[in-house]
Structure formats: structure tokens, C-alpha cells
């Protein structure tokens, strides 16, 4: 039942997830001890972001064809954020994974073969300047290197756009400092700290929410290198730079200074079209339900636990 609701793409889909995230986040609110009224604010832009991840994620899903025309791929997304609601706690880590979607969007559609060099220069400019919120983010630019390699046509012009990207952005991050901040580079600007302390995980509940989407994702991740080769030629190396980009997140959060929960926000956008991808394809209904069925009841279970 949980699955034919959104087996077709309908805009009604689109209202009830995103009145999960609206629960997810009145949850996390509730659940923060002594929230002062700036920090309220800061928290509905951070929901405010969260909602436009959901038109993105299914523009993104959408136009390149990484699923079939259903709406599996946000009614995963809606429910990582129930999985997920410390995101919303950290408006910097909710803006730097909103333009690493932009640059993810201008990666997933080189497929077109179409204006090439803006999109590689797009993708590095919004993965620079994410850097700028949340550091780590840096890291995407992995899949750049990948895309560059699956797409190289012998013109240097790619790499050379690419690197100007980065210039831009290092060149707009100077002038700002200048004019506000009197100095050329602040020590804050960059912050490379990293932590492998997990205690802040050692409870039952983020212990077993971890553990079912860790399971989740490596159980649809086998199905999705497995259908590889009935995937559409063009789009393969999409869907390899997907999970590439699925593995950066994970790296961003293992690095991660502070665990909090809110470093799995990178993880939803490969984590949601690799989870749909297994969904449309899975023959057994039943099993369907119960693999959605666990991700309605890990946010459940985190609450009680």
C-alpha cells in the first residue's frame, strides 16, 4: 500500500512529504532544550532549504532519467529527514549540501553531451563555495575528477574552466574578506578539523537507525551495480559518479568534527536514487513494503528509545 501511493509521480506526493519533513522538523525543535528565538529562525530557513531539496531531488531524478517516472526517489529523501531530524539543527551544513545539489545537477546531466564546459565549471563553482559553509564539502570534487574522466573529449578546456571555478570562487572569498572583514584570508574560512570520536552514536536508537540505513543502502547498492548492465549506455557513468557521490558523504561524515546526525544530510540525495532504483525494481510487493515499512519505524523507534 505504502508503495503503490507512490508509484506514480503525482503532485499530491509532493504534499505529504513534505509535511514528513514539517513533522521532522517540529520534532527536532521539541527535542532541543533551550531554543532561543534566533535560533528558531535560523531553524525554519534550515526547513525552508529542506523543502526545495524536494523539488530539486525530483528535478534531478527526473530529467536525467535515474528512475522511472514514479516518486520513490523523495519519498526516500522524505524519510531520511524523519530518520535524520538533527539536519535541520545547522542551517551551514543544510546551505553547503544545497549547492553541492546544484553541482550534482549539472554532474547527472552531462549525460546530454550539451554545453559541456558550463556545466563542469557550474559544478565546481557551487562545490567551492559550499566549501565555504562546510569545509569537508571540498571533497566533491572527486566526482568532478570522474566526470572529467568519463567525459573527456582531448580538450583541456574542460579541466581549465573547471580550475576557473575555483578561482572564481577563491577571487569573490577575497574581495569579501577585504571588504568586511579587513584581511585577505581568515584562518576561519577553512577548517579541516576532523574527529573519529563516535560516542555521540552510542545510543540504542541512533544505533539502530544507523544500522538500517547502513543495511539498506548496501542491500539496494548490490541490486544497483547488478542492473548496471540494463541500464541505458549513455547513463552508466551517471550512475556510477551517483554512487561515487554516495561514498563522498559517507567519507564527509566519518570525517566529521562533530557527530551529531546533521553530516548525513549529504548522504540523502545517492542514498534516495539508489534506495528508489531498488524499489521499482524489486518483484515481491510484500518485500517492498516491509523495506519501506523499516524506514517509517526507525524514526518511530528513535523517539521511544
Not at 532561543?36 to 535560523?42: A, E, F, G, R, Y
Not at 574552466?161 to 570562487?169: F, I
Amino acid at each position: 500500500m505504502i508503495t503503490s501511493i507512490f508509484s506514480k509521480s503525482k503532485p499530491i506526493n509532493y504534499l505529504i512529504v513534505m509535511l514528513i519533513l514539517v513533522i521532522a522538523f517540529v520534532f527536532q525543535i521539541f527535542s532541543e532544550a533551550n531554543e532561543d528565538n534566533s535560533s528558531i529562525t535560523i531553524s525554519f530557513i534550515a526547513l525552508s532549504i529542506g523543502l526545495f531539496y524536494v523539488f530539486i531531488t525530483d528535478f534531478v531524478i527526473s530529467k536525467n532519467d535515474l528512475t522511472k517516472r514514479h516518486s520513490y526517489g523523495i519519498m526516500v529523501l522524505g524519510l531520511s529527514f524523519a530518520i535524520f531530524p538533527e539536519v535541520f539543527s545547522n542551517v551551514n551544513i543544510m546551505v553547503a549540501n544545497l549547492l553541492v545539489l546544484f553541482a550534482l545537477r549539472r554532474l547527472f546531466s552531462l549525460h546530454t553531451k550539451r554545453d559541456l564546459k558550463k556545466k563542469f565549471f557550474d559544478a565546481v563553482f557551487w562545490i567551492a563555495l559550499s566549501s565555504l559553509f562546510y569545509t569537508w564539502a571540498i571533497l566533491y570534487l572527486l566526482v568532478v575528477f570522474v566526470a572529467l574522466a568519463y567525459f573527456w573529449q582531448n580538450e583541456g578546456k574542460y579541466i581549465a574552466v573547471s580550475l576557473l571555478g575555483v578561482v572564481s570562487v577563491f577571487v569573490l572569498l577575497v574581495l569579501y574578506n577585504i571588504i568586511f572583514k579587513d584581511q585577505y584570508i581568515l584562518e576561519s574560512n577553512f577548517d579541516f578539523s576532523s574527529s573519529f570520536d563516535f560516542s555521540n552514536y552510542n545510543s540504542a536508537g541512533k544505533i539502530i537507525r544507523f544500522t538500517v540505513v547502513i543495511t539498506i543502502y548496501i542491500w539496494s547498492l548490490v541490486f544497483y551495480f547488478k542492473s548496471a548492465s540494463e541500464k541505458n549506455k549513455k547513463l552508466k557513468p551517471i550512475h556510477t559518479l551517483v554512487v561515487l557521490s554516495s561514498f563522498v558523504a559517507i567519507v564527509i561524515a566519518v570525517l566529521a568534527p562533530l557527530k551529531t546526525g546533521n553530516e548525513a544530510v549529504f548522504f540523502m540525495l545517492p542514498f534516495s536514487i539508489i534506495v528508489a532504483n531498488y524499489i521499482e525494481t524489486a518483484e515481491e510487493l510484500w518485500f517492498k513494503e516491509v523495506f519501506v515499512a523499516l524506514l517509517i519505524l526507525v524514526p518511530v523507534l528513535n523517539l521511544v528509545l
